[in-house]
């Protein structure tokens, strides 16, 4: 008897020692200074602030059409559509029955291994699209593949560029966080993001939300890269073309055909709006919608583009009875956006300014072909140099 019980003792203590190393070593134990626990949920706490408050009725409405749906992927969706906030688990009211007071919980709480990992992969990406680290610079996948779609048609020199810039960025994140980052790149790439690979004790919804928080400024990254290796593997760019006009160092850049105009880097999209809109203000061109202006310098198949940028600036000899409209501008406007190489795509640019741009009574279409070879040779012989309309607008835009 005193065998089995000394048996007994001694295996509690190894398993109380076992339990005390593993607490020692387990990275979400608070007790041991690994991660700055009073910070996140500081952060959190700031996140939560800023989430709508529902009243008693609205929770009730909400909870009624919540218990409809069947799948825990929808509750979760349900959650962020109504913008209930996923790190939110636990919402309540009071409800009364003959005079008692019950509290009726309204919860999007995983309770199973397969809602944790669903829960998980829907808070990193609530996490991501909100700011949750002030210390860390990231973007959204959403920003990323934006900014490379209004960059123009994608080349293959491009996307290898940004692939590169965003293993960059991966691996700055990876050496920042030393817990989760490294185990969960690999299981993303391999599409095996499961978080019981990520941490092998036991799991709180508490837990799960620090988790995807320290994670979460790398998935937009980690998603872009995924895009950007399905454009190389689909081949959805268009393909290099190597100029004469480049390898002679050539006055500009191409412009393809089939095509609308490539805009210049210094037009990113706030750069372009505000273009826009000093044309339409300063009365050099018609109202016009920023994605029509946009197409029309972003390098679009040329079918896609749905409306003609209409040029109402007229030149010094125009008079009521005869319009005469402004082509020096025009010109200097094309220049400015797009540097393209006048001599060596006269042809293709002469087609675009006739396909994307209008005079207001309908006249340009006839002018281009009668006259471009001198309003071009005209617009060279100065140097390119922009008219004082152009000068103005582009000067307040670099301000």
Known sequence: MNDINGEHSQNSYFEELSYKEYQKRDILNENNGKINFSEIKDRLKEIRNVLPHYSR?????????FYD???????????????????????????????????????IEPINDVEDNLYFNYL?????????????KYFT??????????????????????????KNRINDLISNEQFFTQKFVDGFRLNQNLLTDLYDGYLTTDKIIIISYLL????????????????????????????????????GNPVLKNYTFRKTNFFTTENLDKLRIELINQSVIEDISFDDFKDIFSEQ????????????????????????????????????????????????????????????????????????????????KNHRKSTKKMVEIFKKLNK
């Open 301 to 380: 198949e040329a079918p896609k583009v749905r409306s003609r940028i209409i040029w109402k600036l007229e030149n010094s000899r125009s008079s009521t009875t005869y319009k005469r409209y402004d082509w020096q501008s025009l010109l200097s406007l094309i220049n400015e956006v797009v540097e393209p190489d006048f001599v060596t795509y006269k042809v293709e640019i002469k087609e675009l300014l006739k396909w994307y741009f209008d005079f207001p009574d309908n006249t340009l279409s006839n002018k281009i072909e009668d006259s471009f070879s001198d309003y071009l040779t005209i617009f060279e």
């Open 124 to 136: 990193l990406k609530w996490f991501n699209k909100i700011t949750v680290n002030s210390k860390i």
């Open 69 to 107: 749906i069947k799948s825990y992927e929808e509750k979760l969706q349900f959650w962020i559509d109504k913008d209930l906030g996923l790190i939110n688990t636990d919402l309540s009211y009071i409800k009364k029955v003959k005079n008692k007071k019950f509290t009726i919980p309204f919860s």
């Open 216 to 251: 979460s400024p790398i998935l937009g990254y980690l998603e872009y890269e995924k895009f950007l290796n399905q454009k190389l593997k689909n081949e959805d760019f268009i393909s290099e073309v190597r100029m004469k006009s480049e390898e002679k160092g050539g006055k």
């Open 141 to 166: 996948f959403e920003t990323l593949k934006s900014n490379l779609i209004d960059s123009g048609q994608l080349r293959k020199k491009l996307i290898n560029t940004e692939l590169n810039q965003i």
């Open 57 to 65: 009725k609205e929770i009730i409405s909400l909870e009624e059409k």
